[in-house]
């Protein structure tokens, strides 16, 4: 129910740096209410989690870009960032953000069928 967009994406090449942001509106609503997921999906490969900021306030990182991504939230700005280093060929894919009100959890973050609003996707290229 919450509708959200997704912005940032471009061809960048390797090693370099892009900043992804979601913002979100709808009903009324506090984005801190909301656990919000970062997902990616390469061509004939399956969407894969990224990063997760819960609802909880843990935070989750897939462990292939942990140390290269971080997630951070301004909740003023109804805005969630998902800021990547560093960047490799194997990082190319449509990256959507997504949210829930359900709070995500170690087990579960990662799952996108617990996730009800998605962004329509902004495509990250990195190639030399």
């Known amino acids: 129910q919450l509708q959200l967009v997704e912005s940032g994406g471009s061809l960048v090449e390797p090693g370099g740096s892009l900043r992804l942001s979601c913002t979100a509106a709808?009903?009324?609503?506090?984005?801190?209410?909301?656990?919000i997921g970062w997902f990616r999906q390469a061509p004939g490969k399956e969407r894969e989690g990224v990063s997760c900021?819960?609802?909880?306030?843990?935070?989750f990182y897939r462990d292939p870009v942990a140390g290269r991504v971080t997630i951070s939230r301004d909740n003023a700005r109804n805005t969630v960032y998902l800021q990547m280093n560093n960047l490799k060929p194997e990082d190319t894919a449509v990256y959507f953000c997504?949210?829930?009100?359900?709070?995500?959890?170690?087990?579960?973050?990662?799952?996108?069928?617990?996730?009800?609003?998605w962004g329509p996707g902004t495509q990250v290229t990195v190639s030399s």
């Open positions: 997504a949210a829930d009100t359900a709070p995500m959890y170690a087990t579960n973050w990662f799952r996108s069928e617990n996730f009800r609003s």
């Open positions: 709808g009903p009324p609503f506090t984005l801190e209410s909301y656990s």
């Open positions: 900021f819960s609802s909880t306030h843990s935070i």
